[in-house]
């Protein structure tokens, strides 16, 4: 995971990069929790574009952060993912409440 | 007819580091049977979910043996994921969207539910204390009539 703070933007983006499951997302969960507690975003970007897989880790991934980012007045959207990983999120029913974008590789 | 093409088995402890290794296994397994991308997919995430289920829930903070044992007969993967760990107390509870007894720990009750609509088939056997045994299968549909007789009978290499 790696991640940019735009200050001008207020927007955070944290860039996934390793395949999530339940044996990466501890990690993932603590340094991303750092980064929106810190920077206090009003906008946080999680960028799929290196995640090659997710299982369901991923979306307690999700919508943990977003309760988080919630509660500190920032929104969240994902960017760039998969077809088979939107099929995970499709089914959680978490597109409901979280938008998808593409983004041009700003993290990057 | 379902004559057994292949088989494998797999062992490996209890360790959420392994469900990578598990899942890519039983992918490499699978792919005898020419699956598309997508299909590749949905059998690593419902390995990964029947895997880390077996890891969290059936062993919990204990050490034990995961056991995987993979069949293809004719165009069907077949995958059973064993554990001797606790077991489940309420099946038909378990298999509800949403549902977890791991709340805390940021689980999100989808895994069962993934599991069922990204295999063809999914059924779970339990017992309290004893262990838990998840067998899935799938149907690898991308073959024409022609592979297909190829594939029962000859090895692909
Ligand atoms: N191998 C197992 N041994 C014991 N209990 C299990 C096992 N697999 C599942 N369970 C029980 O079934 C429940 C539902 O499992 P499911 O995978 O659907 O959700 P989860 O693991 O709680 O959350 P998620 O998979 O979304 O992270 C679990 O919370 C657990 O109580
Ligand atoms: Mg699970």
Redesign the interface.
Known sequence: MESKYYNEDKLLIIKLTE?I???TVQKI?RKADYEIERNMPRKVIFDFDSVT?????G???I??RYRIANMLGATVEIANIN??IK??LE??GILKIIKIIETEAKAG | MNKLNNEMKLEFLSK??N??FA?ITVAAFAAQLDPTI?EL??I??AV??AV?NA??HGYEEKKGVVKIRGQIIGEELIIEIADNGKGIEDIEMAKQ?LYTTKPN????G??F??ME??MDEVEIESILGIGTKVTMKKKIKSHTEEDEENLQFTPSC
């Open positions: 395949e499951d339940e044996c969960r897989f997710m299982d369901s880790a979306i307690g991934l919508i943990g077809d088979s099929k995970v089914l959680s | 959420s580091s469900e990578a899942r997508e997919a949905d690593k995430t990964s979910e880390t890891i969290i969207p720990l940021e689980r999100s989808m895994g539910t993934i609509s990204f």
